[in-house]
């Protein structure tokens, strides 16, 4: 590897590790002085039906091995977890995700979205230890979070929690940990709209 090409690597792989499991703050941030963790507010943004942006059709392979597609979830409210096995926020809300994926039932579809864990492993093991009963894609290059850049999700938005209504739009998003009860209300909203 040519020495310019290895300083822009490692230059690439500081800036990634010093954003690392940002959440809704700006990546100013970390160009201003702080390199460690920054947590984000947890504060949610709802959109009224008439100003909801349609979410992206994103898709790919479960950490079990299966395909997954957003198009497959016509007409169902989706709740999607943007999340890495490497994040303490993403611990910590885990057990309230699964509380409220079990209280929902079917009626309403989550998905997590696992980036930035480049072995699989580590993720598997999260969703074992923490007994979360939905499906994650498995994103390792953060291809599929890409696709929400229009919905102000970025590779720093970790965790990031977003509510798809029953027409494929972004009803509501939560940037940093979420509750359950504050995830009961989004989708109560979505569900609503």
Known sequence: MHRTARTAFVTAAVLIAATACTSGQDANESRQ???GFVSGSGRVSSFAP???VKAPDFKGTTLDGKQWNFADQAGKVVVLNVWGSWCPPCRKEA???A???RELGSGVQFIGLNTRDLDPAPAK???EAFEVP???IY??????LLLFRGQKISAVSIPATIVIDKQGRVASRVIGEVTKQTLLGMVKDAAAG
């Not at 994103?139 to 599929?144: A, I």
Request: hydrophobic share 30%.
């Open 33 to 35: 002085g702080q390199t």
């Open 50 to 52: 008439a100003d909801r």
């Open 95 to 97: 057990p309230d995700l």
């Open 99 to 101: 509380a409220a994926s």
């Open 125 to 127: 093991k999260f969703v």
């Open 134 to 136: 939905f499906p994650s």
């Open 139 to 144: 994103d390792p290059d953060g291809r599929q």
